[in-house]
């Protein structure tokens, strides 16, 4: 079993910076690829980025490919999506995941409770 829990979200205005940590509870986290998702009003649950166990591999989706990263502290337990030139078409709640590496949400079996991120523009 793990447990997720995203923190860091929040109100920033366009071209800015936000750092999400999603902190892991159980002693299997490194087993897990970790994934980032993120979910606008009406619209579906769609990949951002995925990092395999080691972290030695990162995927990210076309729209975030050079303004974020993701990155993984086993020892912490904790992954992390540094988001940085911000754009208004970010906004929407942020969920990270634990599961195989794959950018399809069904490929995840544990998901945190998401985190608000808002870019005003």
């Known amino acids: 079993q793990v447990q997720l829990v995203e923190s860091g979200g929040g109100l920033v205005q366009a071209g800015g910076s936000l750092r999400l940590s999603c902190a892991a509870s159980?002693?299997?986290?490194?087993?897990?690829?970790m994934g980032w998702f993120r979910q606008a009003p009406g619209k579906e649950r769609e990949f951002v980025a995925n990092?395999?166990?080691?972290?030695?591999?990162?995927y990210y989706a076309d729209s975030v490919k050079g303004r974020f990263t993701i990155s993984r502290g086993n020892a912490k337990n904790t992954v992390y999506l540094q988001m940085n030139s911000l754009k208004p078409e970010d906004t929407a709640v942020y969920y990270c995941?634990?599961?195989?590496?794959?950018?399809?949400?069904?490929?995840?079996?544990?998901w945190g409770q998401g985190t608000q991120v808002t870019v005003s523009s």
């Open positions: 990092i395999n166990w080691s972290g030695a591999t990162t």
């Open positions: 159980g002693r299997t986290f490194g087993n897990y690829a």
């Open positions: 995941a634990a599961g195989r590496l794959s950018g399809n949400p069904l490929a995840y079996n544990y």
